[in-house]
Every structure is written in C-alpha cells, then in structure tokens.
C-alpha cells in the first residue's frame, strides 16, 4: 500500500512569507503527527491530529499551525517565517495514534528559509 | 513528558551482534516502547516496539528489562545498511485527554556506526 506522501518535498522561502504544507497518511490511518527536525534541536513534536481534532501541541509559537481534513490529510502552515524555522519537516501517520500502533513517517518537506 | 536516555554513539562491526540500550525510568504503566532508525535525508522508519515482554521480528528484537524502565534493541547480524540513528521513544497506549498522548518526545538517538 501508499505510503505517507508529504507535498512539497522541497522548497525555498524568504523571512516573512508563509508556507503550507501537505501530508497523505496511509489510508485507513486517522492519527496524523507533525515534527520539526533540526541539526541543532533533533525531532521536536508540533501537533497530532485525530478525526480533524488536534489532540496535543508541543513548544512552538502560534506562527504553527495545522489541520486535518476528513479524509485525514493533514496541512501545517507557518507563518511570518523566521531564518529559524530552516528544517525538515516529518509527518507520521498511524491507525489511531495509540501507542499499540506503528507510526510510519513520510520522507518530509525540507524547508529553507533566506 | 517521558523521557528515555540513549548513549550519544556507538560502533559494530559488520556480521556482529549490537546491543542498543535505553533507559526510561519514568515510563508508566500503559507505555510501549517504540524503536525507530533515520538513515540521512530519509524520514524515520519503524524498527520494533513492544509494552513488557521481549518481542521478535525480522529486522530486530527488543529485550525489556522486568520493570520496563530499561530496554534493549538487538540487531543480531549488523550490517552496513544498519548503519543510522537509532530513537527510542515512549507512546501511551490511550488516549485519556490533557495528557501527553501523542506527544512524543525524542532524544537524540543513538548514531550506530558499522564499520565493513
């Protein structure tokens, strides 16, 4: 079956803009987490998502956000982008986001910011 | 948050067994512990996972210690494909709202060197 497919894989903004990114889980996955992975700070937790609801939100400013749509694709957006939020961005589905289940990470969106 | 302690590196030779050790003091009662490895530029993969007996699969096995804060990854046969870095991370087993489900928390893993 399909993997996790997250849109864009790459791309470059300026200080300021904003950018929205994508993430497919695995059909039939309704739990869908978001993390930021730097060389600097490793993988930090941003949200997960479950039947369009977020569940939980880790350390970031209100500049991140997301949603799930009803099918459970997931976007994250980040606005008034800082030289900082340079990173890779991961998103990991699961079937319900119990810890019984696998999560399976998509190859991520590699953001940088000038 | 629970937090696990993984050693910063370590080195096998290839063909040899490795033991990846993981230690979770605060893990609680409903917690699996979950085993991921990240080769460069690639997204974390699933290695094994398991809540309080030792579990086998094709890639490796998990041995956890009798009071769970403590466990062990064990490639049996490392090759260089092995070569990553390997997370350890804890995952409630429910969601009971205002807790930590789902937030996970990573470490900095530990950067598994195989030398040919």
């Known amino acids: 079956k399909a993997g996790v497919t997250q849109t864009p894989r790459y791309l470059i903004k300026t200080r300021g803009q904003q950018v929205t990114l994508s993430c497919s889980p695995i059909?039939?996955?309704?739990?869908v987490s978001w993390y930021q992975q730097t060389p600097g700070q490793g993988l930090q937790f941003l949200f997960e998502y479950f039947s369009e609801t977020q569940r939980n939100k880790g350390n970031f400013p209100g500049r991140f956000s997301g949603r799930q749509f009803s099918n459970s694709r997931s976007e994250m957006n980040v606005s008034t982008l800082e030289l900082g939020d340079s990173a890779l961005y991961l998103c990991?589905?699961?079937?319900?986001?119990?810890?019984?289940?696998?999560?399976?990470f998509g190859a991520g969106s590699r953001l940088t910011v000038l | 948050d629970a937090k696990t302690t993984q050693p910063n590196s370590m080195e096998s030779n290839e063909e040899e067994p490795v033991h990846l050790p993981c230690n979770h003091s605060?893990?609680?009662?409903?917690?699996?512990i979950h085993w991921y490895r990240q080769l460069p530029s690639q997204g974390p993969e699933y290695v094994i996972h398991g809540l309080t007996s030792n579990v086998n699969n094709r890639m490796a096995s998990l041995a956890i210690a009798e009071d769970r804060k403590s466990s062990t990854l064990i490639l049996h046969r490392a090759t260089l494909r092995d070569a990553a870095v390997y997370y350890c991370i804890l995952r409630a087993a429910l969601y009971a709202g205002g807790t930590s489900y789902g937030k996970l928390t990573f470490g900095q893993g530990t950067i598994l060197t195989v030398h040919p």
């Open positions: 990991a589905s699961s079937v319900s986001g119990s810890g019984a289940n696998v999560l399976t």
């Open positions: 605060t893990i609680s009662g409903t917690d699996y």
């Open positions: 059909s039939g996955h309704r739990s």
